[in-house]
């Protein structure tokens, strides 16, 4: 990867590590399901007129909205408002991996290695500590916000699985359009659970700090973050930009510490290192064997071959059985 390229993905690892302590600046300032609801509309208007239709089945993108956008944020936000610590919910949501390791086996009839197997026991046994030492500071009332998170990174972990049967080329439409689906249902149960009067109260005293922080969570993180990641994965394989997530928390932890006032236990740095070191050893496959020492093509500065999509290699495939 070339510098620029290494750059952008540690700014789009930053900003979804800085959106958990915006998002609990918003929480603040709205209730949390219509604040995931203003999250998603605002991220799609209006970008759903400009971006084009996603070359994907339309069942794939209602499934995932709902999954994602509804089941997963909505969880995430009700934990955080519930009080899930901004910079412990970006390393407990880290359990996804987890999660889609599971969906994939189950769904894709995917076996997992025995590395990868470790790794995903290592991250679980951080995920244990992480909650043990949560519920040992703030009681048990914190199980209940600590669960949720672990839901939301389940929802996280199926979306993961759904995204892949789909198979989108454009990241960034897909998300948008993905986004379209969860605004109304969340209104609606915003409407149902949280009341009429709390929305409105909400949404008629907004301050420029939650006007702020939704602007952030939908154009900055949503937006930028999965169009910048997707510009990545284009043209790098995802073996090499995948591993930036995990950069994820330490950006959440330590912003959250920074700007939030919220302590890093020593429990907690313990866990984030048994979930980070987890998720590497299960994601990044070693070298093989017969690799040069120099990396190859990849080494000499060639950029690493992106495989083609579904509709090419097929024409391919077509094309060289003709041949």
């Known amino acids: 990867m070339p510098p620029r390229h290494l750059a952008l993905a540690v700014c789009v690892a930053a900003v979804w590590g ?15 399901l219509l604040f995931s609801a203003l999250r998603f509309a605002v991220a799609a208007v209006p970008a759903v007129f ?7 089945a339309w069942r794939w993108v209602l499934a995932v909205g709902l999954v994602l956008g509804v089941v997963k944020f909505g969880l995430l936000f009700i934990g955080m408002h519930a009080g899930m610590p901004a910079g412990l919910s970006s390393l407990v949501l880290q359990s996804q991996a987890v999660f889609t390791a599971v969906f994939a086996a189950l769904m894709l009839r995917e076996k997992a290695t025995r590395r990868r197997l470790l790794g995903l026991a290592v991250a679980l046994g951080g995920i244990a500590l992480a909650a043990v030492a949560e519920i040992a500071s703030h009681g048990g009332g914190s199980a209940g916000a600590f669960a949720l998170v672990i839901a939301a990174a389940v929802a996280w972990g199926l979306s993961n ?3 892949r049967k789909a198979a989108p080329q454009d990241m960034l439409r897909w998300m948008v359009w993905v986004s379209a689906v969860p605004p109304l249902p969340l209104l609606g149960l915003s409407l149902l659970f949280e009341g009429p ?3 409105w109260a909400a949404l008629s005293t907004i301050s420029l700090t939650g006007a702020g922080a939704v602007v952030y969570v939908a154009w900055v993180s949503t937006v930028f973050g999965f169009g910048a990641w997707g510009y990545l994965m284009r043209h790098h394989e995802a073996s090499a930009v995948a591993p930036f997530s995990l950069l994820v928390p330490v950006f959440g932890m330590s912003s959250a510490w ?10 907690e740095a313990a866990a984030a290192v048994l979930v980070i070191s987890g998720i590497a050893l299960a994601s990044i496959s070693p070298r093989r064997a017969g ?20 509709h090419a290699a097929v024409r391919a495939a077509r094309t060289a059985a003709r041949g």
């Open 18 to 32: 800085v959106n958990f302590v915006v998002i609990d600046v918003g929480l603040k300032n709205f209730p949390p």
């Open 50 to 56: 400009f971006v084009g239709r996603p070359r994907v």
């Open 161 to 163: 699985v759904l995204t």
């Open 197 to 199: 009067r709390a929305d």
């Open 258 to 267: 920074l700007l939030l006032g919220e302590a890093i236990t020593l429990p």
């Open 291 to 310: 690799a040069r020492a120099d990396g190859g093509a990849a080494g000499a500065g060639v950029p690493a071959r992106t495989p083609l999509p579904p």
